[in-house]
């Protein structure tokens, strides 16, 4: 199957979190904080109002509590408006 967002929507698959700290400090599963950094998998066509900015492959940081998450085939993946992304990283 395969996610084909809608307007100005955007789906991201999630950069995987850092295991230990810089100090080297081996963090268990909980206490991993949620990374706001993705790529984008997907792009929506846009809307009238809305220019899509965004490409597949595009590496992104995105707002800490936005999008939708979504689990298909296994994978994790999360749909956001494209205004819920905050910048693309180059």
Known sequence: MKLVPLGDRVVLKQVEAEET???G???PGAAKEKPQ???VVAVGPGTEEVKMEVAVGDAV???KYAGT???LDGE???VVKQNDILAIVK
């Open 69 to 71: 998450e979504v689990k």
């Open 21 to 23: 700290t810089k100090s």
């Open 76 to 78: 994790e993946y999360i």
């Open 37 to 39: 950094q993705a790529e």
């Open 25 to 27: 400090i081996v963090l």
């Open 61 to 63: 940081i995105y707002s």
